[in-house]
């Protein structure tokens, strides 16, 4: 540690362009003193310390290089615990072991909070028990990061409906700013500079994203339009849309969305009883979902988009549902038993 701490000094002081002078002079101390601590010959008091630190603008705990080995280990904690949230793996038990320990090591660490409570709320999506003990863990996790993350809002509503908290859930979705005061609509508002086309192109795919949130939904809880060749129609023309957006060859992450569409399509046909339109739809959806569980599995990479409108815009870490074998099986056995059957006879179905 005496010598960590001397090299640190000295890496410190050369980085700044100061002589051993200015800094033993700060701290009221003689030059031969910070030669011996550099030396690693002896150390300074530990009352120094602080001043020290404060002397190179830096954390006490960079100053003993504490903040290199807490980076390297919180992001090997967050690495697996992507792999079981997300990844392949889809361990929600496992993961919140993992973040329960992490948060032992790093009490105050907001990336664990966040990844136990989105376990917890994955967790407590397949428990059926009330009162729920997972979701009201989360929730109260969730409130917590609230006040400085506004990105749990929205899972944090998620828990909120679940657990019947209606009234919770909107007062916190209308404390809210509006639309058209959100980060991506006010950058693309901004007349010329260098990021001009890029925050046009971001505020395109949010915007198509969130119509893609509101229309969806709205149809699958309409009595009519669930049930009717008129949603079906909707939703292609949806799923047109982004198309004209993204291009055609376009094979990024938002095929999840293609996904979600292709499958509400499906269950609308087999509503019907269009039995032939609904297994082409789910065969289209089933392709989407083969797709992303693979790019899930190999790690999400920065999204890059080939359209003129869209070119310049930057990955924007966009949120996406977890491809897991249970999401199709879910899905499936909402079907009519015609329609199941049909599907697990198909080799090709593999889920």
Not at 18 to 36: C, F, I, P, W, Y
Not at 212 to 217: L, Q, T
Not at 309 to 317: I, P, Q, Y
Request: overall charge negative.
């Amino acid at each position: 540690m005496q010598i960590k701490l001397g090299d640190k000094i000295k890496e410190l002081r050369k980085r700044d362009g100061r002589k051993q002078e200015d800094l033993a002079n700060a701290l009221g101390v003689t030059a031969q003193a910070v030669s011996r601590w550099e030396a690693g010959g002896g150390y300074p008091d530990m009352g120094m310390i602080p001043a020290i630190a404060n002397y190179f603008h830096i954390s006490i705990d960079a100053l003993f290089g504490y903040n290199n080995d807490r980076d390297m280990r919180i992001k090997e904690y967050m690495t697996e615990a992507h792999k079981l949230l997300i990844g392949g793996a889809g361990d929600s038990d496992k993961c919140i072991d993992l973040m329960r320990k992490a948060l032992e090591e790093f009490p105050s660490e907001p990336e664990f909070k966040k990844c136990l409570a989105n376990a917890l709320h994955q967790k407590g999506f397949t428990v059926p028990e009330r009162p729920n003990r997972y979701l009201k863990e989360a929730v109260s996790l969730y409130e917590e990061l609230s006040e400085m993350d506004k990105t749990v809002i929205l899972s944090l509503l998620s828990v909120y409906g679940l657990m019947g908290e209606y009234d919770k859930a909107e007062k916190k979705a209308l404390e809210q700013p509006a639309l058209r005061q959100s980060r991506e609509i006010l950058a693309a508002s901004i007349i010329g500079g260098n990021h001009e086309a890029r925050y046009r192109g971001e505020a395109i795919i949010a915007l198509l994203r969130e119509l893609m949130f509101a229309v969806e939904p709205a149809i699958a809880r309409n009595d009519e339009m669930k049930k009717s060749q008129a949603g079906i129609e909707l939703l292609v023309m949806l799923r047109d849309l982004y198309k004209k957006f993204l291009g055609e060859d376009y094979a990024g992450i938002l095929i999840t969305d293609y996904f979600l569409i292709d499958m509400r399509c499906a269950k609308i046909a087999a509503a019907m009883k269009d039995y032939e339109q609904a297994m082409s739809f789910f065969d289209s959806a089933y392709g989407h979902f083969v797709t992303v569980k693979k790019m899930q599995e190999e790690g999400l990479k920065d999204e890059h988009y080939n359209t003129p409108l869209l070119s310049e815009a930057g990955d924007m870490s966009l949120p996406v549902v977890m491809c897991k074998p249970e999401l199709i099986e879910t899905a499936v056995s909402q079907f009519p038993k015609e329609l199941q059957k049909r599907i697990k006879s198909n080799p090709k179905y593999v889920f």
